[in-house]
């Protein structure tokens, strides 16, 4: 350690500090604006100016070293005089209204904003804002020179996107030739605009202060169950792939299952949507779930027994995915599944061509093979007993599968089936009685599922009624475009009002709608057009206008005015002592993600009302140091999505085989390539900021 | 005189001779010889330039001696030939009047001694004249032994900062790492200077073997010559040069059987002023931006690619043979206090010789101005100040003229040495108008990285276009002491450091100028555009209306056998008329 004196203060610094950051550390602060901890110094806002015993003149702080025995002042009257004479300099070439939560406000508010010129008005450089550009604005309006996006780009990212154009007073930072971001190799990692202090460059959608996550890392922070996509994605560019498994272990117990099915929310809030399109993350998940290892396995630590037994009533994903992690804590846990197998929505509502049974049972075995039990076959309905055969706590996860009906004349015909129970029953490869033209209301996932898997049963023609447009369409767009190369029909604006029977057909007379206000949701109503009915033929007709919770008959007391289970949101706690209810039975029909979601909160919750922490996450993989650099790579922006390779179009309707193949090593390798690494940007240091002076706290 | 080969016809080819039509004079010579059959006993020689502006310069040397014609064009030539090459006269139209003798006799031309003396095309003529004779002798010595003799003769940095050379080689050699390098800085950006250019055009030799010399002794395997591309010549010729000491093995592997091996490379700079500061220009030959880094590290602990590098400016290498083949202590001999050796000056402005001056330090201003100089250009004109070191330098008044020529001197008086521009003005120009267009230059120059340069230069010059548009107050001289003095203190490289000198000075020694210009609202010199106002005298007016057909803007009035009359409202102040009044009657 080097000594030395800073303002008459002994101090201590290591030999490689410079005399600014020796200062800081030792809780002096000099005004400075070039500095940043994370990018090597320019010395070009001179305003850590310092002088040191010895020496001529005043030197800058940030560029020298400390010495042994340096007598350093940061602060006399000449310094500071040539500091506010620095810092007016600087101002005279900004517009008047300077962001007051920037560092350059902070360090002009303290360092002392005097008037040095009489009459001096700032001039508007009226440099046009470049704001065509994805992500981030920049106003070189406000630029004042620091440099610090310039290195970070060139120096720490290596990216070499940012340069000064233009000399002298014309000086600007940007891109060779002022081409735009995109045709600039730019790699949108945005360590630019975390390092401005000015205001100069601005993200596009501002972060909230209290999340930055939520905004700048969109794919972790939107996933319902907060698994650590951006971690993952990064992990397979590197060919870690057993990390990237375990790094989805930590989280959900259905990496695979999630693979197939999810509905990614993550995807949809990926910053690279802003760019091109958003990273493949649902399928990379997929990806790193086939071709990571087991070691998942042996890392799992099973918890000692608790001696507490738990009960979870529904085999679907927030059921199990509560066993898992109950189990994982060391309590006792068993499933009650009503049908035949587990699984529930994800066996009875999810074709097996979107979602291979055998990699359904996989996931579950592997949670039953660490010691989760499952009961199949019995249908719970009265939760005293339970309580009374020794369980601790009871998790309600009895999913939404009463299909709901329109009410309409001629709905109780026979050939006139429920959506849901049609796809159970393929399932379960029981007949489902679908042949000829088969008719199916609705525009969700599973009215999607229900017209995709009529042409694997036989039926020659599958119309879909759906009583807005597309961009309604509440079922995921790559389902409706699968739908639609398929073969299906979907008649939009449509709307069934009375169903008839004549001889094999049944009649069934639509109307014709148009879109009226948005609703509180958000979504155009659809509003009938007087005249408009006609009548439309079908062999049958299925009803997929969505489900209702099924909450099991001894608790109808837990429900609500719509018909789902009333748990505080926070705890998953319902108002029955002990008992906790999560998944569609709460929500009404929602997604695997989101019912996994449910199984967590719950688990966590019911392990703190048994008297454990609620911590219920392990962690698998081991943090990586991320590297800062990203290089330079013409033509980043430009990468186009991974295309999901599928069965062949005429193949498909043949069977239930899996239409999506899974990407391929190169492919997925280039996939997670195409990722901005947005969570590199927050581990990005603070800048040093001066302290509040007493006058601004008070 | 047939039989003499070495009757020589020396045309000075440089720059300056070029711009003024050496070319043609040299082929009408050609022709000339050709038709009198006589080309074989001449021999034509197309020299560096002699640094003195007097268009095409013909030395012709033969048997009788040696004979210097001036303002040679290619009329003339017929004429030298008739007169002095055959009939062994001289041409008198033309002959070398007493400035010009006056110009040379009283320099000390050391750096300067082989330009306009021989063909830079030729090896042979610069071995001659003992060329390379100082890279052998350093070679037979050691390395140390070098940098000894370099420390001991005194020599200090010609670029203008002025600090001691062998100090800088010790530095370099006793840098850590096996590979280094030599850098020339040939980025000569002064207005109106142009010592190293003349140097590389006339002597190339004398640089490059400045630089082996300092390559052997700082321990550097190659070296790279930065010069601007606006010297296409001196470039043309230091290719030409380098490609001949290759070939006589001067460069290049085991130079001499030395062991010792040294490539020289040249790198052309796009004209940025700032790329003659060292660590900006470094950055230039790494092929990035030409910006300054702060310092330290120096160049000679982590330089060019990170390796230590000795920079060293032309006229400073250009020494180099010098103190070697004559020893420190001659070197020393010459100068005063702690400046030794000699200077070279672009001298211009409103002097009577202008051209390239050598004189030994601790010359006096006046010495220099009114010796080699030759005084004022005109008689009647009265000399005001003169600007020493360019655009970085300082603006001294007369009482200052008994000023030494020495680093400490200069340095006291608020200018510098510089790397040798000086600009004598008479009472013609207004100061605050000279520092105004100084100030026009640097802000121009500002590379734009530190704030109190890039901002702060262009405050200070805004506030000095208001004084001279008569906009000015008693404020603004505050504002342009105390930021001056900011500047100075807190930029980033001698560009910014040095920028506010020509305001400060001129604040310092002509404030009467700037108090008429804030009090009065008036230029004494008559420059300030914006100050004047275009009248006709009447007493002096003949009536003659010869003003009446200049005026582009009508604005003079004129009737036979009346006055003229100017109407200020539409005058545009474009003094075609005071040219055209041949009685000085518009004021």
């Known amino acids: 350690m080097i000594n030395l004196k800073i303002d008459g203060k002994e101090i201590k610094a290591h030999p490689s500090a410079t005399v600014l950051e020796a200062a800081l550390q030792a809780g002096i602060y000099i005004p400075n604006l070039c500095y940043h901890p994370d990018i090597p110094p320019a010395g070009a806002c001179r305003l850590c100016i310092v002088s040191i015993k010895g020496g001529r003149g005043v030197v800058t702080s940030c560029t020298v070293k400390v010495r042994e025995g340096m007598e350093v002042t940061t602060n006399n009257d000449e310094i500071r005089k040539m500091r506010e004479n620095i810092l007016w300099l600087t101002l005279s070439e900004l517009p008047e209204d300077i962001d007051e939560t920037s560092q350059l406000y902070k360090v002009a508010r303290w360092t002392g904003i005097k008037n040095i010129l009489e009459n001096y008005s700032r001039k508007p450089k009226n440099i046009p804002v470049k704001t065509e550009d994805p992500l981030f604005i920049r106003d070189m309006n406000r630029c004042i020179l620091c440099g610090r996006c310039v290195r970070m780009c060139r120096d720490i990212r290596k990216t070499g996107v940012l340069g000064f154009s233009g000399r002298g007073i014309d000086t600007t930072v940007e891109t060779a030739y002022g081409m735009p971001l995109a045709d600039s190799a730019c790699k949108f990692c945005e360590a630019c605009v975390e390092v401005c202090p000015s205001g100069a460059l601005e993200d596009k959608r501002k972060p909230d202060p209290s999340c930055r996550e939520k905004t700048l890392v969109p794919c972790t922070n939107n996933c319902p169950a907060k698994i650590d996509a951006a971690r993952y994605v990064k992990l397979i560019a590197l060919g870690k792939y057993r990390e990237a498994l375990e790094v989805v272990r930590e989280t959900v117990p259905f990496p695979e299952v999630l693979g197939h099915v999810c509905d990614h929310p993550c995807e949809e809030e990926c910053r690279r949507n802003d760019i091109n399109e958003a990273i493949a993350i649902r399928s990379l998940k997929r990806f790193a779930a086939e071709k990571g290892s087991d070691r998942w396995r042996d890392k799992i630590k099973i918890l000692p027994d608790t001696g507490k037994k738990i009960a979870v009533v529904g085999a679907g994903p927030a059921g199990l995915t509560a066993a898992w992690f109950l189990n994982r804590l060391g309590h006792s846990v068993t499933v009650f599944e009503a049908g035949s197998s587990p699984g529930g929505m994800m066996r009875t509502g999810i074709p097996a061509y979107r979602l291979p049974r055998d990699v359904l049972d996989r996931e579950i075995k592997d949670i039953v093979s660490f010691g989760v039990k499952i009961k199949t076959g019995i249908k719970i309905e009265n939760l005293e007993e339970l309580f009374k055969e020794g369980f601790s706590a009871v998790f309600l996860a009895t999913g939404a599968s009463e299909t709901m009906t329109m009410g309409i004349e001629g709905e109780d015909d026979t050939r006139v089936l429920q959506g849901i129970g049609v796809l159970g029953d393929i399932s379960s490869k029981k007949d489902t009685g679908l042949k000829g033209k088969v008719a199916v209301v609705g525009g969700g996932n599973v009215a999607i599922d229900v017209a995709r898997s009529a042409l694997r049963s036989g039926a020659e023609k599958a119309v879909i009624l759906y009583r807005r447009t597309r961009e309604e369409m509440p079922a995921l767009e790559e389902e409706v475009e699968d739908a639609l190369k398929e073969g299906v029909e979907i008649r939009f604006l449509t709307a069934p009002v009375k169903i008839a029977s004549s001889g094999e057909n049944l009649k069934i007379e639509c109307i014709k709608m148009k879109l009226g206000k948005p609703d509180s949701g958000g979504r155009r109503r659809p509003v009938p057009i007087e005249g408009s009915e006609y009548v439309f033929e079908a062999d049958r007709l299925a009803m997929a206008i969505g489900q209702k919770p099924s909450v099991p008959g001894g608790c109808a007391s837990l429900k609500n005015d719509w018909g789902g289970i009333e748990v505080d949101g926070g705890t998953m706690k319902s108002s029955m002592e002990g008992v906790f209810a999560g998944g569609d039975a709460v929500s009404g029909p929602a997604s695997v993600i989101k019912a996994i979601r449910d199984g967590r909160k719950a688990a966590s919750s019911i392990d703190r009302y048994l008297g454990g922490s609620g911590d219920i996450d392990q962690k698998l993989a081991r943090d990586e140091t991320e590297m800062p650099c990203l290089g330079r790579e013409e033509g980043f922006a430009f990468r186009a999505r991974a295309e999901m390779p599928l069965l062949d179009g005429k193949k498909r309707t043949a069977s239930f085989c899996a239409v999506e193949k899974g990407l391929p090593e190169k492919e997925a390798l280039e996939e997670a390539g195409r990722c901005l690494s947005c969570a590199l940007r927050l581990g990005i240091s603070e800048a040093p900021e001066p302290p509040v002076k007493e006058e601004d706290s008070g | ?587």
């Open chain 2, 1 to 587: 005189m047939s039989e003499n080969k070495k009757n020589r016809i020396l045309i000075c080819s440089g720059t300056s001779g070029v711009s003024a039509g050496c070319g043609k004079v040299r082929s009408r010579f050609e022709e000339e010889l050709r038709n009198r059959g006589i080309e074989s006993d001449w021999e034509i020689v197309s020299v560096g330039d002699r640094g003195l502006f007097r268009d095409v310069l013909v030395d012709i040397m033969d048997s009788r001696g040696r004979v210097s014609y001036e303002y040679v064009s290619p009329e003339d030539v017929s004429g030298i030939a008739e007169s002095h090459l055959v009939g062994g006269g001289l041409f008198n139209e033309r002959l070398a009047g007493d400035d010009y003798k006056n110009f040379f006799e009283k320099q000390t031309r050391i750096v300067l001694s082989n330009c306009g003396e021989i063909d830079p095309d030729k090896i042979d003529e610069y071995i001659e004249r003992q060329g390379y004779a100082a890279l052998k002798k350093a070679l037979d010595s050691s390395p140390e032994e070098v940098i000894e003799e370099i420390k001991d003769s005194g020599l200090r940095g010609r670029g203008g900062a002025g600090f001691l050379a062998g100090l800088k080689w010790e530095f370099t050699r006793n840098a850590s790492g096996s590979e280094k390098y030599v850098v020339c800085n040939a980025d000569e950006g002064d207005p109106g200077a142009f010592m190293d250019r003349s140097i590389l055009e006339g002597d190339p030799h004398s640089v490059i073997e400045g630089m082996a010399i300092a390559g052997y002794a700082a321990g550097a395997g190659e070296g790279f010559i930065y010069c601007r591309a606006e010297y296409p010549l001196a470039i043309k010729k230091l290719k030409k040069a380098i490609s001949l000491a290759e070939k006589e093995g001067f460069l290049g592997d085991n130079i001499l059987s030395s062991g010792f091996s040294f490539r020289l490379n040249i790198k052309e700079g796009a004209g940025a002023f700032v790329c003659g500061e060292e660590t900006a220009l470094l950055a230039s030959i790494e092929g990035r931006r030409g910006m300054p880094v702060p310092r330290p590290p120096f160049p000679a602990v982590e330089g060019l690619w990170g390796k230590p590098t000795l920079i060293n400016n032309v006229e400073t290498l250009a020494n180099v043979r010098h103190i070697i083949l004559n020893g420190a202590k001659w070197f020393s001999s010459m100068g005063s206090g702690d400046s030794k050796g000699t200077k070279v000056f672009a001298l211009a402005g409103k002097v009577k010789n202008t051209g390239l001056v050598e004189v030994p330090m601790g010359t006096t201003l006046r010495d220099l101005i009114f010796g080699p100089g030759g005084g004022m250009a005109e008689r009647k004109s009265e000399f005001k100040g003169v600007q020493i070191g360019g655009p970085s330098g300082g603006c001294l008044p007369e009482d200052l003229l008994d000023t030494s020529i020495d680093y400490e001197s200069l340095n006291a008086t608020g200018a510098i040495m510089g790397s040798g521009g000086m600009i004598v003005m008479d009472t013609g120009s207004c100061m605050v108008d000279i520092a105004k267009f100084f100030l026009d230059f640097t802000v121009a120059e500002s590379c734009g990285k530190c704030v109190p340069c890039r901002v702060g230069l262009k405050r200070m010059q805004e506030v000095v276009e208001l004084i001279t548009y008569g906009k000015g107050t008693d404020s603004h001289i505050d504002f342009l002491r105390d930021m001056g003095n900011t500047i100075k203190n807190t930029a980033l490289c001698g560009l910014g450091n040095t920028a506010p000198s020509p305001v400060l000075t001129t604040l310092r020694y002509f404030d009467d100028e700037y108090r008429a210009h804030i009090d009065r609202r008036s230029c004494p010199s008559l420059v300030c555009i914006d100050l004047l106002n275009f009248e006709v005298n009447e007493e002096l007016c003949k009536k003659c209306g010869k003003c009446l057909p200049v005026c582009p803007s009508d604005a003079i009035s004129w009737r036979k056998k009346e006055f003229a009359r100017i109407d200020k409202d539409k005058c545009i102040k474009c003094r075609a008329c005071i040219v055209e009044c041949p009685f000085k009657a518009i004021e």
